[in-house]
């Protein structure tokens, strides 16, 4: 049996965002549908020869409190809340004069585009919707009966649903529903993060979380899994929110890794280049020029660069470009592509390329989630960077100033490779990465081994590690680490400190002859 559609006799329409609605309230009208309308609505379809009339004149009641009090009324959410088939609800409605409300279209004070605008305490609080909330939430409850728009993108799907069948479909009042309640939860998560945020609270006891739907990716990690983008919170320079000027559409996979690089490039101010493999920097490197950064970042380890993720920090030029399409690369990400640069890429038309339109501020603590079976985690971000002044020097050798800007950086790069990390590093460029192991010394076997296979496929007969630098994001439990770091070749570490056995790792530093300095900082990252 065809599902018999309810026609719409009187619709309510109050609404920040004003985008279509005179066009979709003059359609209402030519169906002969009464509407009502508040403040500024009611103003905007009045102007445009709409008939309607406003609420007060509805309900009988004065709009008040500067406009706070005004559909919070009986006539109004009675008319959106009772139920047509009970009787004990229509005489209700009849004995207090009760009209039916059929159609909601709300949308709400715009809280979150308020803050983000850096606007003042008690101008956030004013934009805080209070009827448009309760009317939503009622008009959504009672579903069956009411249809209820919180977004401009369902005016023409309704209007040709209802031009179709004279009315509203049930299975379109449950979608249009749903999307009613996910907008109001999403609203108040706005608000108490808000509150939180301006109360400093990291770590409030109920945590509000919400996310717009971005788009439905092809799958996941793998292809037997699901996945979707969502956006959230404050806009973010990054893969979710840049702008993909080509390629093809970016995977689940695409998205972490970009978001790994651009995270890592974002930390330098110089023109530098980052190349992630799966989630890892695999190259990395600060130079003059952000051609010449390229160059350094893919010799620490062209094989795994194939198939990567490269980030800059700069806007990409023509020459980069040259030299970035000569590598098969999955995607890049930079603040913007010069125009040589974009039709460079355009000859790669798989070549994903994104523009973020900025950088990543590093200092920023914004909130990092991750899911367990049960619940989630959260931790503010790793926004810790050691100055020069910082370091303790616990070694009789102490690293000359071109060690120290070697050992900065390379804990700066250690910092967003996945633990045991270790890094070596020569002129702020890598030249060996050992990632994601169980022991720290396998990790250094690995980056040691890395450097060799660049090393040798470029034709170089020395050591890259020899004269280098390296460093360890978290400190070692015994000597053994170090002295794989110093026997590659390494004349200068940093690490955290904070073993029960640093005293055995200093002297075996002091016994090699190299400087070692501590930040007092761990930089797992797991």
Same mark, same amino acid.
């Given at each position: 049996?065809?599902?018999? &559609?309810?026609?719409?006799?009187?619709?309510?329409?109050?609404?920040?965002?004003?985008?279509?609605?005179?066009? +979709?309230?003059?359609?209402?009208?030519?169906?002969?549908? /009464?509407?009502?309308?508040?403040?500024?609505?009611?103003?905007?379809?009045?102007?445009?020869?709409?008939?309607?009339?406003?609420?007060?004149?509805?309900?009988?009641?004065?709009?008040?409190?500067?406009?706070?009090?005004?559909?919070?009324?009986?006539?109004?959410?009675?008319?959106?809340?009772?139920?047509?088939?009970?009787?004990?609800?229509?005489?209700?409605?009849?004995?207090?004069?009760?009209?039916?409300?059929?159609?909601?279209?709300?949308?709400?004070?715009?809280?979150?585009?308020?803050?983000?605008? @850096?606007?003042?305490?008690?101008?956030?609080?004013?934009?805080?919707?209070?009827?448009?909330?309760?009317?939503?939430?009622?008009?959504?409850?009672?579903?069956?009966?009411?249809?209820?728009?919180?977004?401009?993108?369902?005016?023409?799907?309704?209007?040709?649903?209802?031009?179709?069948?004279?009315?509203?479909?049930?299975?379109?009042?449950?979608?249009?529903?749903?999307?009613?309640?996910?907008?109001?939860?999403?609203?108040?998560?706005?608000?108490?993060?808000?509150?939180?945020?301006?109360? @400093?609270?990291?770590?409030?006891?109920?945590?509000?979380?919400?996310?717009?739907?971005?788009?439905?990716?092809?799958?996941?990690?793998?292809?037997?899994?699901?996945?979707?983008?969502?956006?959230?919170?404050?806009?973010?320079?990054?893969?979710?929110?840049?702008?993909?000027?080509?390629?093809?559409?970016?995977?689940?996979?695409?998205?972490?890794?970009?978001?790994?690089?651009?995270?890592?490039?974002? /930390?330098?101010?110089?023109?530098?280049?980052?190349?992630?493999?799966?989630?890892?920097?695999?190259?990395? &490197?600060?130079?003059?020029?952000?051609?010449?950064?390229?160059?350094?970042?893919?010799?620490?380890?062209?094989?795994?660069?194939?198939?990567?993720?490269?980030?800059?920090?700069?806007?990409?030029?023509?020459?980069?470009?040259?030299?970035?399409?000569?590598? +098969?690369?999955?995607?890049?990400?930079?603040?913007?592509? /010069?125009?040589?640069?974009?039709?460079?890429?355009?000859?790669?038309?798989?070549?994903?390329?994104?523009?973020?339109?900025?950088?990543?501020?590093?200092?920023?603590?914004?909130?990092?989630?991750?899911?367990?079976?049960?619940?989630?985690?959260?931790?503010? $971000?790793?926004?810790?960077?050691?100055?020069?002044?910082?370091?303790?020097?616990?070694?009789?050798?102490?690293?000359?100033?071109?060690?120290?800007?070697?050992?900065?950086?390379?804990?700066?790069?250690?910092?967003?490779?996945?633990?045991? =990390?270790?890094?070596?590093?020569?002129?702020?460029?890598?030249?060996?990465?050992?990632?994601?192991?169980?022991?720290?010394?396998?990790?250094?076997?690995?980056?040691?081994?890395?450097?060799?296979?660049?090393?040798?496929?470029?034709? /170089?007969?020395?050591?890259?590690?020899?004269?280098?630098?390296?460093?360890?994001? =978290?400190?070692?439990? +015994?000597?053994? @680490?170090?002295?794989?770091?110093?026997? =590659?070749?390494?004349?200068?570490?940093?690490?955290?400190?904070?073993?029960?056995?640093?005293?055995?790792?200093?002297?075996?530093?002091?016994?090699?002859?190299?400087?070692?300095?501590?930040?007092?900082?761990?930089?797992? $990252?797991?």
């Amino acid at each position: 049996m065809t599902e018999a &559609a309810l026609p719409i006799r009187r619709a309510l329409i109050s609404v920040s965002d004003k985008t279509g609605i005179v066009d +979709f309230a003059r359609f209402l009208t030519e169906r002969g549908v /009464e509407i009502l309308s508040t403040g500024g609505s009611f103003k905007a379809l009045a102007d445009a020869g709409i008939p309607v009339k406003e609420v007060s004149a509805h309900t009988g009641f004065p709009e008040i409190m500067d406009g706070r009090v005004k559909t919070l009324h009986p006539k109004i959410h009675g008319g959106l809340l009772a139920r047509r088939d009970s009787d004990e609800h229509v005489e209700a409605m009849t004995d207090y004069g009760i009209a039916p409300i059929d159609l909601l279209v709300s949308n709400l004070y715009p809280f979150e585009a308020t803050i983000a605008r @850096g606007a003042s305490f008690d101008d956030a609080i004013e934009n805080i919707d209070i009827g448009g909330p309760a009317m939503t939430r009622a008009a959504a409850k009672n579903h069956a009966f009411v249809a209820v728009v919180t977004s401009p993108v369902d005016y023409e799907p309704l209007r040709l649903e209802i031009a179709a069948n004279g009315g509203t479909l049930g299975a379109t009042r449950r979608r249009l529903a749903a999307a009613a309640f996910a907008r109001t939860a999403a609203y108040d998560a706005a608000i108490a993060g808000w509150f939180a945020e301006v109360g @400093g609270e990291t770590f409030p006891p109920r945590l509000s979380l919400s996310g717009k739907l971005a788009e439905t990716l092809r799958y996941g990690e793998n292809p037997h899994q699901a996945a979707a983008l969502y956006l959230s919170g404050p806009t973010v320079p990054g893969p979710a929110t840049a702008d993909q000027v080509q390629g093809k559409e970016l995977s689940y996979n695409n998205i972490l890794d970009a978001d790994a690089a651009f995270e890592a490039v974002s /930390e330098f101010t110089e023109p530098a280049v980052v190349i992630v493999k799966h989630a890892n920097p695999c190259g990395v &490197a600060v130079a003059a020029t952000l051609g010449e950064a390229y160059a350094r970042a893919l010799a620490c380890d062209p094989i795994s660069a194939f198939g990567g993720i490269i980030a800059a920090n700069r806007p990409i030029d023509a020459a980069t470009a040259q030299a970035i399409t000569a590598l +098969f690369a999955e995607v890049v990400i930079a603040p913007d592509v /010069e125009p040589a640069a974009a039709a460079v890429f355009a000859a790669k038309a798989n070549l994903r390329v994104l523009k973020t339109g900025g950088v990543q501020d590093p200092t920023q603590r914004r909130r990092v989630l991750r899911s367990v079976a049960g619940g989630f985690l959260t931790q503010t $971000r790793d926004d810790a960077a050691p100055e020069a002044s910082e370091l303790k020097l616990v070694t009789r050798k102490a690293p000359t100033p071109a060690q120290v800007e070697d050992l900065l950086f390379a804990t700066q790069v250690a910092k967003h490779v996945r633990s045991n =990390a270790i890094v070596f590093a020569k002129g702020r460029a890598t030249v060996g990465i050992g990632a994601g192991q169980m022991s720290r010394v396998d990790s250094a076997k690995i980056a040691v081994a890395k450097a060799a296979e660049a090393a040798a496929a470029a034709g /170089e007969t020395g050591s890259r590690i020899a004269g280098s630098v390296a460093a360890s994001e =978290a400190f070692f439990p +015994f000597a053994d @680490g170090l002295l794989a770091l110093v026997e =590659a070749g390494a004349t200068a570490v940093i690490q955290p400190g904070g073993s029960m056995r640093d005293r055995e790792v200093i002297e075996a530093a002091d016994q090699a002859g190299i400087a070692m300095v501590f930040t007092g900082r761990r930089h797992f $990252r797991h």
